[in-house]
């Protein structure tokens, strides 16, 4: 049964359905063609200057819920691009001060929009963990959060074409022969700026979760937890300093 069939549909809105449908067959993702995305119970912006968050981010964000929400009062997220994990840990806890970084001033100005629009008291500033002398020596932390680019550059043939020719590569890709080199910088950080039983989360490379807890452990890191996310893949990983 067809609805409304005598309504006539206008030339924009028929070159705007048209335009919609060209975009889809050229695979790019749907979210960045409405313009926004749900995670975590919220409507997220997203644009091509940020990921796409995925189910297994909101499943790193609800770890840290019933682990934190009623321990910790400050949180840190580095690489944080569209702001949904701060702000979604944010709307559901008890948070003093809670942080997102990013390299991106396009991906900061998204999350800042974000963190607005969901009413999340959330800061962000444009930082680069790579380049320690440019990273700030804020007051210590109780959790540091991170969800960085991990996908190796060779792994690209394996991934879906709207993922590859859409989402931002800064935000996806490592070196091949590098994998940890985010993971190395933001712990060897994490280790000065947490609080003493401070806790640092990852979301990680389902292929790289013993070399990661081999990492922690050698920076002095304790009570390393791996974590399978639904589909059975090692995506996350906790320890504490």
Known sequence: MHLNQSHELSDTKIMQIGEILNRLMAHEPIQYIIGETDFYGLKFKVTPDVLIPRPETEELVDWILREEKNRCRTLLDIGTGSGCIPVSVDLNANMERIEGWDISAEAILLAQSNAE????????????????????????????VSNPPYVLKEESVLMKKNVVDNEPHIALFVPNDDPLIFYR??????????????????????????????????????????????QGKERMIRAII
């Open 185 to 230: 910088a933001i712990t060897k950080f994490a280790k000065i700026h947490l609080q003493p039983k401070g806790r640092l989360y990852f979301e990680i490379n389902e292929k790289q979760g013993a070399q990661t807890a081999n990492l922690l452990a050698e920076e002095g890191f304790n009570d390393i937890q791996l974590r399978k996310d639904l």
């Open 117 to 144: 629009k969901n009413g999340s008291k959330t800061r962000f500033s444009v930082q680069d963990i790579l380049d320690a002398s440019l990273v700030p020596e804020p007051s210590a932390w109780d959790v540091i």
